[in-house]
C-alpha cells in the first residue's frame, strides 16, 4: 500500500513538472531577446560613469550591427538551464515545505520563505556553469563555435573555477527570487480567496502570478547585474576584476578600503 502511494506521488510530482516546465520553455523562446538585451543593459559602462541607453536604443543597435539573429545568442545554454534548474528548483520545494510542515507543525509564511531560498540556492549551484556559458554568449556575436566547445575554452583558459564565477550572488539572488516568488504566490492566493470573492480559477492564478512576478523582479534585480559582471569578468591585469559581489557593487568604497 506504502508502495503503491509513493509511486501516486512520485507520478504527480513529474506531471506537474510536465505542466509547469513545458510552457516555460515555450515562455523562454519568446523572452530570450529580451534577456539577451538586459545583459547587453547590465554590462554598460562598466567602471564608469556616464549616461545610460535605454532598451530600445540598444535593441536598435543590436539588430542593426549584429543582426536579428543576435538576439538569440545563447538560446542552446538558456533552454538547457531552464530544464535543469526549473526542475531542481521546483522538484526540490515541495519536500523541503513538506518537511518544514512535519517538523514544525506549521504552514507559516516564514517556512514557504525558506523553503523556497534553499531549493533555488541549490538548483543555482548546480547550474552556474549554464549560466555562465549563457551570459558569455549573449555578449560575444562572434563566438561560432558550439557550447560544448566554448565551455572547455573557458575551463582550460581560465580554470574550472571559472565555471562557477558569480556563484555567490547567482545563489543569492536565486534564493531571493525563489523564496518571494512562490512564497508570495502561495500567500497572495490565501489572502485573495479569504479577502476577495476571487475562487480557485484563472483569474485568481493570474493575479497571485502578477503580484508574486512583480515582488521578486524588484527584489533580484540588483543581485542580477552584480551577478552578471562578475560572470563576464576576464581574469586579465588589463581588464581587472571584481573581487567579490561587494566590491561590484561598491567598486569605489571597496578600493578606499584595500
Known amino acids: ?19 509547469v516546465e513545458f510552457p516555460s520553455r515555450l515562455r ?4 530570450h531577446p529580451l534577456d539577451v538585451l538586459k545583459v547587453r543593459l547590465q554590462m554598460q559602462l562598466v567602471g564608469q560613469r556616464g ?15 549584429e543582426g536579428p539573429r543576435s538576439l ?38 516564514l517556512f514557504k520563505i525558506a523553503s523556497g531560498a ?20 549573449q555578449m560575444n556575436p562572434n563566438l561560432r563555435r558550439g557550447a560544448i566547445v566554448e565551455i572547455q575554452k573557458i575551463a582550460s583558459e581560465e580554470g574550472i573555477m571559472a565555471l562557477w564565477k558569480g556563484v555567490g550572488p547567482a545563489m543569492a539572488r536565486a534564493a531571493a527570487l ?4 512562490l512564497a508570495t504566490y502561495d500567500e497572495s492566493k490565501r489572502v485573495l480567496i479569504k479577502w476577495t470573492p476571487l475562487e480557485e480559477g484563472f483569474y485568481l492564478h493570474l493575479i497571485s502570478s502578477m503580484i508574486a512576478g512583480t515582488v ?4 533580484t534585480s540588483p543581485i542580477d547585474m552584480i551577478k552578471t559582471r562578475l560572470m563576464l569578468q576576464r581574469e586579465s591585469e588589463r581588464v581587472g576584476t571584481y573581487k567579490n559581489g561587494f566590491h561590484c557593487a561598491y567598486p ?3 578600493y578606499r578600503r584595500s
Open 51 to 65: 549616461p545610460l541607453t535605454g532598451m530600445g536604443r540598444v535593441c536598435v543597435q543590436v539588430v542593426k550591427n
Open 1 to 19: 500500500m506504502r508502495s503503491r502511494i509513493g509511486r501516486c506521488q512520485q507520478l504527480m510530482l513529474f506531471i506537474t513538472l510536465v505542466q
Open 216 to 219: 521578486s523582479t524588484l527584489i
Open 252 to 254: 569605489g568604497y571597496a
Open 178 to 181: 525563489t523564496a518571494s516568488q
Open 72 to 109: 538569440y545568442l545563447g538560446l542552446t545554454p538558456a533552454l538547457m538551464r531552464s530544464v535543469l534548474y526549473g526542475g531542481l528548483r521546483l522538484g526540490l520545494y515541495e519536500p523541503s515545505k513538506h518537511a518544514c510542515e512535519l517538523a514544525f507543525k506549521s504552514s507559516n509564511i
Open 118 to 137: 534553499f531549493s533555488g540556492a541549490i538548483a543555482t549551484a548546480l547550474t552556474n556553469p549554464v549560466e555562465v556559458l549563457k551570459v558569455r554568449l
Open 28 to 31: 523562454l523562446a519568446v523572452t
